[in-house]
């Protein structure tokens, strides 16, 4: 699970769910993580992302390949 900071929206960002991530960074709780986002037209571009992984407990489950509620 992934926030965009403050200003930032999928429509800022113009998603029209064409788009494949990839997330650069170590998941932990409020952690701030690079998302990769590739638009269908080769196009690249780079965001800053909130890890909303909020405690040890939740990264140790999510790591391991648990599902949240």
């Given at each position: ?60 489950i ?8």
């Open positions: 699970p992934l926030q965009f900071e403050e200003g930032t929206t999928r429509k800022t960002l113009a998603l029209d769910g064409s788009e494949t991530y990839d997330v650069k960074g170590e998941p932990a709780p409020g952690a701030r993580l690079s998302l990769m986002i590739h638009r269908a037209n080769g196009e690249d571009i780079e965001v800053l992302v909130i890890c909303r992984l909020d405690t040890k407990e939740e990264v140790s999510y790591s391991a390949g648990g599902v949240l509620q």
